[in-house]
């Protein structure tokens, strides 16, 4: 879907054709709504790339190239830039959660508010 939309934002005539060609294969491999399943997006992306590359006319006459293997490592691309988003996520949301941990149980333990050197949990200074 990510590569739908950069076709679409693209704007340019081959952009429009791609995309349109590529639409036709979503719908028809049912690939736009719905879990797909595991395994689903490797299938697509194999059935793209047994595509032949092929020439669209367009309303002028003009013909488009349609390029599954480059559309296909387009798709690729995009996976790369999720997987690298969410695995910066992930490293943040790991020192987040370090950090949130270690918090509670310093308060847990009554860490923070007795004096460095004395019992957690007991007053400094008084004795029996």
């Known amino acids: 879907r990510r590569t739908l939309k950069a076709m679409a934002a693209d704007g340019s005539a081959p952009g429009a054709a791609e995309r349109e060609w ?3 294969v979503f719908v028809g491999a ?3 709504h719905g879990d797909q399943g595991f ?9 793209l790339i047994a595509k032949p590359i092929k ?5 002028g ?10 559309i296909a490592n387009q798709i690729l691309d ?3 830039l999720v997987a690298r988003a969410y695995k910066q996520r992930l490293a943040t949301a ?5 950090a949130h941990l270690r918090r509670r149980l310093e308060r847990s333990l009554g860490g923070g508010d007795a004096a460095p050197g004395s019992a957690p949990g007991k007053a400094s200074g008084g004795g029996s």
Do not use: M, N, Y
């Open 94 to 98: 790991r020192a987040e959660s370090a």
């Open 61 to 70: 006459g003009r013909g488009t190239l349609i390029d599954p293997h480059g």
């Open 22 to 24: 590529l639409e036709e």
């Open 39 to 47: 395994g689903a997006a490797e299938a697509f992306l194999d059935g």
């Open 78 to 80: 995009c996976r790369q």
């Open 55 to 59: 020439v669209v006319k367009a309303d």
């Open 30 to 32: 049912g690939f736009l």
